[in-house]
């Protein structure tokens, strides 16, 4: 295990959960991905979307709420427990989910927010459901019309899929594809997780010689090529994933150096999309760590995978501050999604 886990101490958990908290309640400035099918759907975020209106878009508002659920799960007797749970109860209402649900089923709208917000959707539904307490329970019941609906989109849209798509920002098909296993193996949906393992063979399976060279693009959150073996170390079984990540990554070096992936800090945290370089280096992280998890304890590439996610933890969690809106509406979650090891079997 890498020394990340032990960072998520009560003093972070109560930031992090703050931050959570004012980035939910707080409509504007909103970047809203809306399609008008007439002059009546031109209207406030709040009243688009009463459940998911802050944190400057949807799928942020979603992974805020997951941030919430996470570490209520984990840290039950915090102070932090009253005030967050009171803003879920708020939230996570029947009538605000079936308004979401309205907008999505809305004409036009099949593609809203799918994959990268759907799946995160489904994070937020897979912590409610591994969570046992009477709370968790009522919030799942209150969403559990709109999961399925996204399960519904998934299973709509993944068929008919011709390619990946392997975007390092919100479109990439292999990070959504890793949450949604995730989800569909925990809930044990008997459709979607062969489905998902099927369609992730069919898309990466043949892959050779990741272009790292080429990464990042300068807008990247995500690793397209991380997020394939993330992706790809949960399907496979072990053996045969450490076959392919051979020929897919061989860069990876066979001793503990982690000179050759660097973390890439942005140059400039106001700005929405160079910010996105600060997510990359938390995502990376926590893809490398998901990596080297899936491999035998004598694979000689650990050392080179554990020293690089050390190096990429260290730089991204110290750029989770609360100074530009434009990083810190989103950054926390993907903080807490590294710190808590969120993805990886030994802590789902």
Not at 25 to 50: C, F, I, K, M, T
Not at 266 to 281: E, I, N, V
Request: net charge negative; hydrophobic share 45%.
């Amino acid at each position: 295990m890498t020394q990340t886990r032990a960072a998520l101490d009560t003093h972070a958990a109560e930031r992090f959960v703050r931050i959570a908290l004012e980035n939910i309640a707080r409509e504007y400035p909103n970047h809203l991905q809306h399609l008008l099918n007439g002059d009546a759907d031109v209207r406030a975020p709040r009243s688009l979307h009463p459940a998911f209106f802050g944190s400057y878009d949807w799928h942020s508002a979603v992974h805020n709420h997951w941030l919430l659920v996470r570490l209520l799960r984990l840290m039950p007797e915090r102070e932090f427990r009253e005030t967050a749970c009171a803003l879920l109860d708020v939230h996570l209402d029947a009538a605000n989910i079936g308004a979401e649900c309205s907008y999505l089923d809305a004409p036009h709208r099949a593609g809203f927010e799918r994959p990268y917000g759907l799946a995160w959707l489904l994070q937020l539904a897979v912590e409610l459901h591994e969570w046992d307490s009477a709370q968790a329970r009522h919030w799942r019941v209150a969403l559990r019309p709109l999961e399925e609906l996204a399960v519904a989109r998934f299973s709509e849209w993944l068929p008919k899929l011709s390619h990946p798509i392997r975007s390092g920002e919100h479109a990439n098909a292999a990070f959504a594809l890793g949450l949604l296993y995730d989800y569909a193996c925990s809930t044990r949906h008997a459709a979607l997780a062969p489905l998902v393992k099927s369609r992730s063979r069919d898309f990466y399976s043949a892959d050779r010689n990741a272009p790292l060279a080429y990464e990042p693009s300068g807008h990247d959150f995500l690793s397209p090529a991380l997020a394939e073996a993330d992706l790809m170390r949960r399907v496979l079984p072990q053996a045969e994933f450490a076959d392919w990540l051979g020929k897919f990554m061989p860069q990876i070096p066979l001793r503990g150096k982690s000179a050759w992936l660097q973390p890439v800090p942005s140059r400039d945290r106001a700005d929405g999309k160079l910010a996105h370089l600060d997510g990359l280096t938390l995502s990376r992280a926590w893809m490398l760590e998901g990596v080297e998890s899936a491999l035998s304890e004598d694979d000689p590439r650990r050392g080179a995978l554990r020293a690089a996610a050390r190096a990429h933890a260290q730089a991204g969690l110290a750029a989770v501050t609360e100074e530009h809106y434009a990083g810190s509406h989103w950054l926390p979650s993907f903080a807490v999604y590294l710190l808590t090891r969120r993805g990886i079997q030994e802590n789902a």
